[in-house]
Every structure is written in C-alpha cells, then in structure tokens.
C-alpha cells in the first residue's frame, strides 16, 4: 500500500511540474493613444526681436489604463516656426515626456461619448534647454468598440501649459519664451491586449 501510495504521489508531482513548465506567462500590454497635435496660435517673445504669432503642431503617444482614474504617460514631439527680423525663418523643436494621471468617465450602455481629464508634468528638452512643466486637458472619447475591456476610438482634447518656457534658442540662436496657452490634439486609441511573455533563456 505504501508502496503504490509513493508511486501515485511521485506520478502526479511529476504532471504537476510538466503543466508548469508548458503553462505559458501572459503579460500586458496597454491601451495606446496615437494623436495629432493641431496647429494653434501662441505667444512667443523673443529676446530684442518682440513678440511673435506661432503655431506649433506636432504628434505623440502615450498609454491608457482601464480603470476610472490611472496612471498615464507618453512621448510627444512638437515643431515650431518662427519668422522674424531678429531671427530671420528658422525652426525649434519641442520634445517632451509626460507623466501623469487619467480620468475616463465609465462605460455606458448605448452611449458612445465619455468625458476625459488628465493632468500632467512635462519633462521636455528643446535645444540645450531642459524645462518642467504641469500640463492640465480635458476632452471627450467617441467609442467605438463598446464592449472592449480598454478605452477604445477616436479622441479630442483640449489641454493647457501653466507656466511660460524659457528657451535658450528659439531661432537664430536667440532665446526667448514660450507662453502658455490652449491647444488642440485629435486622436485614436488602440484597445490593450494580453500577449504570451517570452521566457528567458538560460
């Protein structure tokens, strides 16, 4: 009796590892947002050259958690021109990453729109200049897919840099300062999914 008692528990210790071992390791991967950034006048001031009309446009991504409120963060790549006497037509370049979080309003039945907030800080280098900014937006998401497990469809939000930039180069190798103000950014976002995690080897 011992004997086949040992032999049953060595035979199903010997299943239990071999289901272990094939048992695949599942991670996730979240939802992402990919978005335009819409060119909207802003006010630059630019050292001895005044003050200039800009409008920057640029893209991005960044994740999106499926929870009411979630952590949230992305990259973003801006594009400004500038002409002017003192600086003559050049262009600067704004790259920022944000860090923050999201506010999506829950699913309902039948209706499609859900409202957006999101409140970040923007670490961001333009030129030699590395700069920190909170950043405020707000917006409405059109679903499209009503019973994915993620936010899913198309997006537009209206967000806000609090403080002025102050930037070493701006064009022609004259600094100046980005003021703050409203921008526009249309988007989509991709549902998250689960994927297979490859093991390491050793």
Known sequence: MRTTFLATFVVLANVAIAFSADK???KWVSANEYYMIMPTGQSLNIS???NESVKPWGFGFRAVGNETISKTGGLQFQSIKVDNPATGKDTFYLFDL???????????QGKPLRLTASA???LGLSDTTLY?????????LYTTEEYANTPTGFTFDVFYRLID??????GGGRAGTLKP???????YIFEGFWTI???SKE
């Open 98 to 108: 944000l860090l923050g979080m999201q506010y999506i309003a829950p699913k309902v």
């Open 181 to 187: 103000a409203l921008g526009f950014k249309i988007g």
């Open 48 to 50: 001895g050259g005044g």
């Open 24 to 26: 695949p390791v599942y």
């Open 165 to 170: 930039l102050d930037l070493d180069n701006v």
């Open 120 to 122: 970040f800080a923007d």
């Open 197 to 199: 995690k490859e093991k």
């Open 132 to 140: 920190a900014a909170p950043m405020i937006s707000a917006g409405l």
